[in-house]
């Protein structure tokens, strides 16, 4: 779809995926119209993947990778790899299955265990309980964060075969998977020589290039009110993923509860920070970063983000306080 609106708006930064279109503009028309900017979007992984690129081909070629690499990990796919790896807990696997949890391990233990990819069972038992809004009994948290542990996790990088270690241990790739996949795509993208692209997966996004002759501008949107910024990045050959639990959350006996789990407590986090967009080179780190900050908190982010190159983020408080890292 061919797009050279002259208007300028803003490309929104958001995990909502009922809002992804309504929200996914681009500030275009800054630069003059040497070329058209080509649009198309798709629904892939759970959630509208968009590219914005003044090459054609881009658009085709991301959403072919992302096509792959869902068929691999989709967990509601009885038949995709993942799911066969979950049910047998050993299996030789293909290489982006073998290197996506790899990258999961070693967040595992970059973050200190704030991010891990087995955490899925007490994941699960709290949508259950977040959608019936009923508590789950204490000894049933305990039970669910028993299967949890990346370190549980055996790779031999030799045979690309993964063993996973506890009976019932189930791998999740939600919180990694579209990060990945961007970058996978945009690998793509380079060695068909396109240098420009903006392409967005469910509030993860990659800024290929230049928009024309100026950088890409991305906002981060303010998680209290709808349609409205609270930061804008400009980017070029840059990552930025947003993490929060504004949109998905639900009161219970008067106390909110977020669907991001806390990997240490089994229980949904209570960091004091409702919103987490982190900027770095590598749309993985991204994607993991913006999840591991808000299960941390303000303090234990800084020193975290403190061990990563390049990378920078905007951290909202439940008062509404911005910090920028």
Known sequence: MRNNKRNKMM???????????????????????????????????GTFVE????????SAIVFDEFKKLEAVFNLFDRDSELSRLNGSQRAVVSEPLFDIIQRAQEFYRRTDGAFDVTVGPAAM???????????????????ALSLAGSDFIYLDAKTREVVLLK???????????????????????????????????????????RNRRALWRVGVQDPFHEGKVVDELALT?????????????????GRRYSHIIDPKTGYPVQSGIVSATVVTPDATASDVLSTACVVLGLEKSRKLLSRFADTKAVLVAADGTLYRI
């Open 11 to 45: 490309f929104f930064l958001s995990r909502d995926i009922r809002r992804s279109i309504i929200f996914c503009t681009l500030c275009l028309g800054m630069m003059g119209c040497q070329k058209p900017l080509y649009q198309e979007t798709q629904f892939i992984m």
């Open 237 to 253: 050959n840059k990552a930025a993923a947003t993490a929060g639990d504004y949109q998905q959350y639900a009161e219970i006996n």
């Open 51 to 58: 590219v914005k690129s003044p090459d054609v081909r881009a």
């Open 167 to 209: 009976s019932g241990m189930r791998i999740d790739l939600g919180g990694i998977a579209k990060g990945f996949a961007l970058d996978r795509a945009v690998r793509k993208l380079k060695d068909a020589r396109i240098d420009s692209a903006l392409i967005n997966a469910g509030g993860n996004v990659y800024c290929l290039g």
């Open 125 to 143: 038992l709290w949508k259950k309980a977040i959608a019936s809004k009923t508590l789950p009994a204490p000894e049933a948290v305990v039970q």
